[in-house]
């Protein structure tokens, strides 16, 4: 079945420090994906999307692009801030399916 | 922008009781969706709703019920609340005119069962 994984947390980083998440997916079609963020008592929010293969998606710094070959999406950014600690999840969405969340990835960035 | 709103933060409650969540979101959107969230498990869809009136089981629907009389209001329904149901809460929604799907969430709810 279709399924999301990312790389386990926490993950920790100095200020200014370069940011890779890791993320794969499997699906039967052509998943939409997406990374939410989860902020300190928050909800989830998107922080970007792509739609099909070798789109770029991008906010904040952030980027990730849609790798049809690797099946991956995974989360950069080149110089993380305090107020990038958060936690951040890997989705996908196919045409006829909901939206599968990864298990979430910890963020903690220290000055 | 989308406002999703969840009618409390933090919520405790007995074992046996009834409990009642409420989801308000104000954009018109088509679709409902409610999740828990758990350490290490991430988000589980409990139940989701692609109209009014109408309502489809997701990945762990068993202790739980939903309502949707309105197209803004989704509730999620504890008949009688047990301890493993202490969890977080997030109320989802999106548009069937977004063809990639974004969901857009409330705040959450953190319940407590004692």
């Known amino acids: 079945g279709n399924s999301v994984t990312q790389m386990e947390g926490p993950v920790t980083l100095s200020e200014e420090a370069f940011l890779t998440i890791n993320c794969t997916y499997t699906?039967?079609?052509?998943?939409?994906l997406f990374w939410y963020v989860q902020y300190p008592g928050e909800g989830l929010q998107l922080l970007l999307k792509a739609t099909k293969a070798d789109d770029k998606g991008s906010n904040k710094g952030f980027e990730a692009t849609y790798r049809k070959e690797t099946t991956s999406f995974h989360l950069e950014k080149g110089s993380v801030q305090v107020s990038d600690s958060a936690v951040y999840f890997c989705?996908?969405?196919?045409?006829?399916?909901?939206?599968?969340f990864g298990p979430g990835t910890s963020l903690s960035v220290i000055p | 922008d989308v406002k999703v709103t969840q009618s409390s933060r933090y919520l405790v409650k007995r074992t046996g009781e009834k409990v009642f969540l409420e989801c308000v979101q104000d954009?018109?959107?088509?679709?409902m969706f409610w999740y828990r969230q758990d350490p290490g498990l991430g988000l589980r869809l409990i139940y989701f709703?692609?109209?009014?009136?109408?309502?489809e089981k997701g990945d762990i629907p068993e202790g739980y019920s939903v309502s949707r009389e309105k197209k803004e209001r989704f509730s999620l329904i504890l008949e009688s609340a047990s301890t493993n149901q202490t969890s977080m809460y997030l109320c989802?929604?999106?548009?069937?005119?977004?063809?990639?799907?974004?969901?857009?969430f409330g705040p959450g709810t953190r319940l407590t069962v004692l």
């Open positions: 709703s692609y109209d009014v009136k109408m309502k």
């Open positions: 989705a996908q969405k196919t045409s006829y399916d909901k939206v599968i």
């Open positions: 989802a929604s999106s548009s069937d005119r977004d063809y990639a799907d974004t969901q857009y």
């Open positions: 699906a039967t079609g052509y998943p939409s």
């Open positions: 954009m018109d959107h088509e679709n």
